[in-house]
């Protein structure tokens, strides 16, 4: 009997992979059963999947660090997603890991973000019941936001690595099977993310003048190097290099490259994110966030013709914060401008 390009494929996983790499064909499934792709393995279909989503597409109008920047290259989400990938891929190479398993968590680890970036998450944290974790939102938008309630379909490994991409503060390589993927194509995406967002922020507070070459720890760039490209070259040949050598099965980097990643992480904690110069657009951002939730839990029939649903889906506040998640910065302000601010008169 024929085989199919997909099982063609997967052969070749078998073939090339590494031992410790997770294989397409070993998959555990998704939550609902669909008939398998004839031409792609499970994980391409996924990364295919979120590629062609609508909560993809608004990453490009969300903030990374700086909000609604006026230059061309500051980085978006979007943008920050795609960097992301692109080392998090360059790792899962060298180890000879599942790419495909690698893009896929990588491109859908911050579909839940919300606008106006990590005070935007703050936000929503505060006042909604329950809480709100970006992480967790974004495994809701797969599951369940995606293609009008009925989700991405996607399989365990993908949630799995979506749902614990997150580190905040803490550790840089993770140890506590609790917080940890299950798959080593997981881990690399949450070493990658680190890597990726140190790296660009530094540039991009360099950009907009919040901090100068000369700002940065002097120990650190003797260490990983003095420009930015530098400094991805070389955590990301250090991850590479210690974990060959380990041959322990587990993501790798050496003391110095570790703590050098440590005190930058520290310093744009410092310098950039806590700065005054950075956050005091957010306080106008937060107070955005907040007048549009309590307004459209307030208004619900308004709520729902913005929605363009006749029942909610879940509990009223819960489907407000959906709804508050997803937006893109431009689009939080407008309808606060259309809700709260009084329109021009119009003479005919």
């Known amino acids: 009997m024929t085989r199919t390009i997909r099982e063609e494929l997967e052969q070749r996983e078998k073939e090339m992979l590494s031992p410790i790499a997770t294989l397409s064909s070993k998959t555990k499934g998704r939550q609902f059963f669909e008939e398998e792709c004839p031409l792609r393995p499970a994980f391409q279909h996924d990364r295919d999947r979120i590629i062609h989503s609508k909560s993809f597409r608004r990453l490009k109008h969300k903030t990374q660090v700086f909000l609604i920047p006026m230059g061309d290259h500051y980085r978006t989400r979007l943008t920050h997603t795609l960097e992301v990938s692109q080392i998090a891929r360059t790792i899962a190479k060298a180890l000879r890991l599942n790419e495909d398993l690698t893009e896929a968590i990588s491109l859908g680890h911050d579909l839940g973000h919300t606008p106006f970036g990590h005070a935007g998450e703050d936000t929503l944290n505060e006042i909604v019941p329950g809480g709100f974790s970006h992480a967790d939102q974004s495994l809701r938008v797969v599951d369940l936001l995606e293609k009008d309630g009925k989700g991405l379909n996607l399989t365990f490994e993908v949630r799995d690595g979506i749902l614990k991409h997150t580190k905040g503060k803490g550790e840089i390589l993770c140890e506590d099977p609790e917080a940890m993927a299950l798959t080593i194509e997981g881990r690399v995406v949450r070493i990658a993310d680190i890597i990726a967002y140190i790296n660009h922020d530094i540039d ?17 760039l003797r260490c990983l190097g003095d420009t930015h490209s530098k400094r991805i070259n070389s955590m990301v040949n250090d991850i590479i290099r210690e974990t060959l050598r380990s041959k322990e099965g587990r993501l790798t980097l050496s003391t110095d490259v570790l703590s050098a990643i440590w005190k930058l992480r520290e310093f744009l904690w410092e310098h950039v994110y806590e700065s005054e110069t950075v956050h005091s657009d957010f306080h106008k951002a937060t107070k955005i966030l907040r007048e549009l939730y309590k307004y459209l839990v307030d208004h619900p029939d308004y709520f729902l013709t913005l929605i363009k649903m006749e029942s909610p889906h879940d509990s009223l506040e819960r489907c407000v914060c959906d709804f508050i998640a997803g937006m893109t910065d ?5 309808l606060y401008e259309k809700i709260f601010l009084p329109l021009p008169w119009v003479i005919l």
């Open 330 to 334: 431009r689009y939080a302000f407008s």
């Open 204 to 220: 991009d507070a360099i950009r907009g003048e919040v901090i100068s070459p000369r700002d940065i720890p002097a120990d650190c």
